[in-house]
């Protein structure tokens, strides 16, 4: 049985997450779970069709749940067109299977919203991951139907402005462990570690659903 608390992170070897990989690297192991995708950081202006081909192949996988990391950072990864135009791709793959998108979103978010709502996307489920926007982001992602995911950092009037059904966390590439951001997130929230931990599992049990095997 699936049972996912962090639903974001780069190590290869967690347990009870959801493994980000570019899908060039991905190994699946037994009793992990993963998400695919090119990260907007690396050189996606390079990607060739054998790669998106490559994406495409691994995102039925079924032990992939989800497509990402993909997403817009205006502060790093170049051309932010570039960018729009593989989060577009990501998108599209992921409407075509059915499956979530998780997304990186770093002073991007209207750009984020308005490339998926000009595709007509938006019934595509998205989690901007890593949040650390304030208050006014996270409204504007919210009322857009997005899932937040919080790590170790973050802004706490964001967080209070988060439905608890709309709330994940993540570790990312950090060292917290995934328990210690159950614990930050409740402190900041004034509920317990658990209370957080059971609202995570079951926010990721509903978005990724059940896989076949
Ligand atoms: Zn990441």
Redesign the pocket.
Known sequence: MMEILDI?T?RLDAQGALI?VDPRQFDPQPGRWYSVGFHPWHDIGTLTTADWAVLEQCAAHPQVLAIG?TGMDSLRGGDINIQATAFLRHLQLAHAIGKPVVA?CVRTAQRLLNVRRQAGLTGVPLVI??MRGNERVAQLLLDSGCFLSFGPRFNPAALAATPLDRLLIET??SQTPINEVATLVAQALHLTPQQIKDTAKANAQMLLGQPTH
């Open positions: 974001h780069h980000s990391e990186h991951h890593g990312d590439d």
